[in-house]
Every structure is written in structure tokens, then in C-alpha cells.
């Protein structure tokens, strides 16, 4: 058990709709990234925030936003949602900035699929 | 930009054995970090391994080991004495140190099969 909580675990909804992933860090982790992990694309890195503040963005989508509140949990919002949207997204927590020491721990996933 | 390529998309080994998943890397900085994940069938991803860029000693990990060659931008896994619940994608993946993110970039990953 890596200590990160995402909810829900599956997701199934229809094209067009609105869905909100959540994720709960690790106890005392600051750091939030979110990852999407599709058939064609693999794993790649969507937005990360860091003790409230979004630090980086990386292949995320305009339909697509997330914060984090000041509990540190984060919610990743997905709207108008495609086709291809359906995928594994992952969340992950890191102490502070990940680095060697404190590597980023993975929660299970939120798998989403799109009728 | 950084890229990850793992070139062998499936392996499979029989137990006891040992077996080299092979990544490697193109990137522009000197100091780096390099991982190896593992997603089972559960799908939950599990850090192996990890190693700085600035460190020549290979790191290891129970009969985990990596074999990282900095000018050659290579990093390759090895499993010793495969065991059944090793069977799982591999990713390898890579951080700037410095830039502004801690973002992991993975490569495509290596799905390995053990054998009994």
C-alpha cells in the first residue's frame, strides 16, 4: 500500500459528460502529479502541484483541470469527455519536490472508460 | 526534450533465471535521476530501483541491480532469480534534477513474463 488514495477506483460515463478524479496524498506529502496511461500514448505526465500552487504542466488538455486544496488533496476534472479520453490516471505524491530520496509513490489508479 | 525508449516490448524468462531489460535515454543535462517502476497485473506502479546520474556505482536492490553507462545513455535492469510475481510491465523512467518539474518521463515499457 503506497499511501495514495484515489477514488473512485472505476468510471464508466458517456461522451460529453464531466467527471472529477480525487486523489489523497501520502500524510504530510506535498507534492501532487497526476499521469494519464492510455494504449497509444503510454504514461505521461499531466499537471503537478506543489503545497497548494500548480508547479508544471506537462500533456494536459484544455477540457482538462485539477487543483489542489489546502488539505493537499487534489481533483483532476475532466469535461467533455472524447472518446479517447478513456484511460488509467494516476496520481502520485512526493514529500516535497521529488527527487532521489523521495521518490514519487503511486496510488492505484482511477481507470475511466468512455461509452 | 527528454525521450525513453525501451526497445524489447515483451520478455520472458523461466524461474530462477535472469533476465536484462534494456533502456535507454537521449537527454541534454548532466545530472539526472533514472527509475524503474513496476505495474503488475494489479496495475499499481512499484519503484524498483533508482539511481543519480552522478553516481558511477550501479545501484541494487535485493536481486535487483541496474548496469547505468552515463555515455552511452543506457540503463538496463536485471532480475536475478526470476520469480512468478516478477511478471509485470517494466517502466523506465526518467527526472530532470533541475527545470522547473519533477516530472517522470517513462518509456513504453517492457511487459515481462515468468515462467514456471
Known amino acids: 500500500d503506497s499511501g495514495v488514495t484515489q477514488t473512485p477506483k472505476h468510471l464508466i460515463t458517456a461522451t460529453g459528460q464531466r467527471v472529477t478524479l480525487r486523489c489523497s496524498p501520502r500524510?504530510?506529502?506535498?507534492?501532487v502529479y497526476w499521469y494519464q496511461q492510455s494504449l497509444d500514448q503510454g504514461l505521461q505526465f499531466l499537471i503537478q502541484?506543489?503545497?497548494?500552487?500548480?508547479?508544471a504542466k506537462g500533456n494536459i488538455l484544455e477540457r482538462f483541470s485539477a487543483q489542489q486544496f489546502p488539505d493537499l488533496h487534489s481533483e483532476l476534472n475532466l469535461s467533455s469527455l472524447e472518446l479517447g479520453d478513456s484511460a488509467l490516471y494516476f496520481c502520485?505524491?512526493?514529500?516535497?519536490?521529488?527527487?532521489?530520496?523521495?521518490?514519487?509513490?503511486f496510488g492505484d489508479g482511477t481507470r475511466l472508460s468512455i461509452l | 526534450a527528454q525521450t525513453v525508449t525501451q526497445s524489447q516490448p515483451e520478455m520472458s524468462v523461466q524461474e530462477a533465471e535472469t533476465v536484462t531489460l534494456s533502456c535507454t535515454y537521449d537527454?541534454?543535462?548532466?545530472?539526472?535521476?533514472l527509475f524503474w517502476y513496476k505495474q503488475p497485473p494489479s496495475r499499481q506502479m512499484i519503484l524498483v530501483i533508482r539511481?543519480?546520474?552522478?553516481?558511477?556505482q550501479n545501484a541494487t536492490e535485493n536481486r535487483f541491480s541496474v548496469n547505468f553507462q552515463k555515455a552511452a545513455k543506457s540503463f538496463s535492469l536485471k532480475i536475478s532469480d526470476s520469480q512468478l510475481g516478477d511478471t509485470a510491465m517494466y517502466f523506465c523512467?526518467?527526472?530532470?534534477?533541475?527545470?522547473?518539474?519533477?516530472?517522470?518521463?517513462f518509456g513504453k515499457g517492457t511487459k515481462l513474463t515468468v515462467n514456471p
Open positions: 523512467a526518467f527526472m530532470k534534477i533541475q527545470g522547473g518539474s519533477e516530472k517522470l518521463v
Open positions: 502520485a505524491s512526493s514529500a516535497g519536490l521529488a527527487g532521489i530520496n523521495q521518490p514519487q509513490h
Open positions: 502541484y506543489y503545497n497548494g500552487e500548480e508547479r
Open positions: 539511481q543519480e546520474a552522478y553516481k558511477q
Open positions: 537527454t541534454s543535462e548532466n545530472n539526472y535521476y
Open positions: 500524510s504530510g506529502d506535498l507534492s
